[in-house]
């Protein structure tokens, strides 16, 4: 039995489970969306969401504790730093996003595809859009919604009916012709 042993092991080693989580949370954290498997995805969820709770506190103490869960902001090399850019965008756009969520703020959604290598389930996970990215996405009106649809509609469908009657046209070209070349035979009573 595992008792008070929390957490998956993915197949790692705690290090290499520890980096895998790291690398995981800054690609969301940079993309808002991630496609991956859902055992990481469950288990990347605790560490997103952590994040989030951090940077909504917004004292110094959380932004330290930002970097120890994130990795190191220290770099040898001159210029950005992929941790610290993390750290900024958590605290200036996802955390005044969920001031008034108390948690949750991840979504994963399974998807039907597996993956073609070993045939992995796939999910996507991302952080729940806000209520001004709802707004941008929805149509204003429901006439807007309609002519929208309809052009979509038009978009999609304009291939696919130039397909079928192309290959018509071609058909009763040749067919024509050959009709043509045979004589019909006279029916004897």
Same mark, same amino acid.
């Given at each position: 039995m595992r008792h008070a042993h929390s957490g998956r092991k993915l197949g790692r080693s705690p290090e290499h489970r520890r980096a895998t989580l790291r690398a995981l949370t800054l690609a969301l954290i940079e993309n808002?969306?991630?496609k991956t498997i859902p055992s990481r995805a469950k288990e990347l969820r605790w560490y997103a969401e952590r994040a989030v709770?951090?940077?909504?506190?917004?004292?110094?103490?959380?932004?330290?504790?930002?970097?120890?869960?994130?990795?190191? @902001?220290?770099?040898?090399?001159?210029g950005e730093n992929r941790v610290r850019n993390a750290i900024e965008k958590v605290c200036k756009d996802l955390a005044p996003r969920f001031k008034d969520r108390q948690g949750g703020y991840t979504?994963?959604?399974?998807l039907s595809t597996r993956r073609p290598g070993d045939n992995?389930?796939?999910c996507i996970m991302r952080y729940i859009p806000g209520p001004e990215e709802k707004k941008a996405k929805a149509p204003k009106d429901k006439d807007e919604a309609k002519k929208a649809t309809k052009e979509v509609k038009?978009?999609?469908a304009a291939p696919a009916e130039d397909k079928p009657a192309a290959k018509k046209?071609?058909?009763?070209? @040749?067919?024509?012709?050959?009709?043509d070349k045979k004589p019909k035979a006279a029916k004897k009573d």
């Amino acid at each position: 039995m595992r008792h008070a042993h929390s957490g998956r092991k993915l197949g790692r080693s705690p290090e290499h489970r520890r980096a895998t989580l790291r690398a995981l949370t800054l690609a969301l954290i940079e993309n808002e969306s991630i496609k991956t498997i859902p055992s990481r995805a469950k288990e990347l969820r605790w560490y997103a969401e952590r994040a989030v709770t951090l940077a909504k506190r917004g004292d110094v103490a959380s932004v330290r504790q930002l970097i120890v869960m994130l990795g190191s @902001t220290q770099t040898n090399i001159p210029g950005e730093n992929r941790v610290r850019n993390a750290i900024e965008k958590v605290c200036k756009d996802l955390a005044p996003r969920f001031k008034d969520r108390q948690g949750g703020y991840t979504q994963i959604f399974r998807l039907s595809t597996r993956r073609p290598g070993d045939n992995a389930e796939q999910c996507i996970m991302r952080y729940i859009p806000g209520p001004e990215e709802k707004k941008a996405k929805a149509p204003k009106d429901k006439d807007e919604a309609k002519k929208a649809t309809k052009e979509v509609k038009k978009k999609v469908a304009a291939p696919a009916e130039d397909k079928p009657a192309a290959k018509k046209a071609d058909k009763e070209k @040749t067919a024509k012709p050959a009709e043509d070349k045979k004589p019909k035979a006279a029916k004897k009573d």
